[in-house]
């Protein structure tokens, strides 16, 4: 990864942030409150899915809605850290009823590229990231009102994940766990373990006080939810990725680690909708709208035995 220059910050400026959780994905999403307005941003929704139903419900988007309407906030942004592989984004659902501009990483296009060859989406699917209304570059502003923030460019879980630094309050998407949930996964097409371990150094790097808040918590060894952390707590007791890790030593852990992990229940439909930020395909001729479920896309057997001949 190319050397890039840390931002300058507004640590001074403590947003106030409200946690949802939701439990099925273990998903964390926020709405990040400018102090000194009814500005706010919403990061990482989720839009529920019944996977052996293919039903979607709103029930988790609809929470944040009532808690925005109910507090009489001003949303400015709805925010995604990435394209994520465990749960579909309910962005343009919030957008509808609060409005907001839909924000990314621009690296979005090479996710888009990648899979959309995956799925194979035809010619109709744009890869240039336009469905988004905001293509957000390394070190572009973000401002929430009166709060100044930026966007960080942390890739290595995929290749458009972004950090965005609002007031004292860092969103790191799945680049870090909590302390003792570790790091993300680099093997996802267009991940790797050594551009992981560059992007979390630039994190580690930002003010010790800086705030964390991570996008999934998967309650190790049994404990409480915890989604909040630091900078300083994660160089002290991150168990992937604390001081004096080398980036060797990750990349071997990272790489064995890795090949041991199965694939999130909701990859498949999840990246179909996410790539497109958040909109579904569009339907068939009966009006009817479907998700793909491409065979052997991350491995398998050979499906060459089971393959059906032409129908005559």
């Given amino acids: 990864m190319n050397q890039v220059s840390q931002p300058v910050l507004d640590i001074a400026t403590r947003p106030e942030i409200t946690t949802f959780f939701d439990e099925p994905t273990n998903t964390l999403s926020y709405v990040v409150k400018d102090p000194g307005s009814k500005a706010c941003a919403v990061v990482d929704s989720v839009l529920n899915l019944d996977y052996p139903s293919g039903s979607i419900s709103t029930t988790g988007a609809d929470q944040i809605i009532a808690f925005v309407r109910e507090q009489g906030l001003e949303v400015e942004w709805i925010l995604e850290t990435h394209v994520h592989a465990d749960h579909l984004s309910a962005a343009p659902h919030i957008q509808q009823a609060l409005g907001g501009k839909i924000a990314i990483g621009s690296h979005i296009s090479v996710v888009q590229e990648t899979f959309g060859a995956i799925f194979n989406a035809g010619p109709g699917f744009a890869r240039d990231g336009s469905q988004f209304d905001v293509l957000l570059k390394d070190g572009d502003p973000i401002a929430i009102g009166g709060m100044q923030g930026c966007a960080l460019h942390t890739p290595g879980h995929t290749p458009a994940c972004m950090t965005y630094v609002l007031g004292d309050a860092a969103f790191v998407g799945d680049t870090l766990f909590m302390p003792d ?43 409480e939810l915890e989604y909040e952390t630091t900078v300083a707590a994660e160089l002290q007791d991150n168990i992937h990725v604390h001081r004096g890790i080398s980036e060797d030593a990750f990349v071997d852990m990272r790489s064995a680690r890795d090949v041991t992990l199965g694939m999130p229940n909701l990859i498949l439909p999840s990246l179909q909708v996410n790539m497109r930020a958040g909109y579904f395909p569009p339907a068939a001729g009966t009006g009817q709208v479907f ?3 491409p065979v052997n896309a991350f491995g398998g057997a050979d499906i060459a035995t089971f393959t059906a001949r032409d129908e005559q």
């Fill in 291 to 293: 998700l793909q479920l």
């Fill in 181 to 223: 949930g570790g790091t993300a996964r680099a093997d996802f097409p267009g991940g790797d373990a050594r551009t992981l371990y560059q992007s979390i150094q630039r994190i580690l790097a930002l003010p010790q006080e800086l705030r964390i808040f991570v996008c999934h918590d998967y309650l190790p060894n049994g404990r």
